[in-house]
């Protein structure tokens, strides 16, 4: 009898980020350090002993990554982490060698978040809902926000 495959694999989200980046194994460290992220296996190296391949579970999402080539060059990325405490998390990350491009804030739409920057230029914003925001009040709040930014400009 012939099992049928998934389309998505156990484990996996319809989406899946990749990160193709300048110095892999420092981003690995920052992710460990940073946001606990385990290995789903090891990673897989390519003979010049970078890192082709690698997969990280954070929270119940996972994440590939692998050194940049002349096939695939380093691209930056904006991922956003929820997570149970910002302010707790976006201090690890800083501690982790991430650089800070926006202290944690309760933003309007509902989150208290913040960024940071990891080894390779990649932005991680961290967020932690805390509030439930009704679709018209939400509509409110960002002409709102657009406005104060607009003055700030």
Do not use: C
């Not at 998505?8 to 193709?20: E, F, I, K, M, R």
């Not at 690995?28 to 997969?55: C, L, S, T, W, Y």
């Not at 119940?60 to 302010?87: G, K, Q, W």
Request: glycine share 8%.
């Amino acid at each position: 009898m012939v099992t049928k495959v998934k389309p998505v694999p156990d484990g996996y989200h319809t989406v899946t980020p990749y990160l193709v980046v300048d110095g892999a194994e420092k981003v690995i460290r920052f992710m460990k350090e940073a946001f606990g992220a385990q290995p789903v296996f090891e990673p897989m190296m390519r003979p010049d002993g970078k890192v082709m391949h690698a997969e990280f579970k954070i929270g119940d999402s996972n994440m590939m990554i692998s050194d940049a080539s002349e096939r695939a060059p380093a691209t930056s990325a904006m991922l956003y982490l929820y997570v149970p405490n910002v302010d707790a998390v976006y201090q690890k990350a800083l501690k982790a060698g991430g650089t800070s491009v926006m202290e944690p804030s309760n933003m309007f739409y509902g989150d208290r978040s913040g960024g940071v920057k990891d080894p390779a230029g990649n932005q991680w914003h961290i967020g932690t809902h805390v509030e439930d925001v009704a679709p018209a009040e939400l509509k409110k709040r960002a002409a709102e926000f657009m406005k104060q930014q607009g003055k700030a400009a």
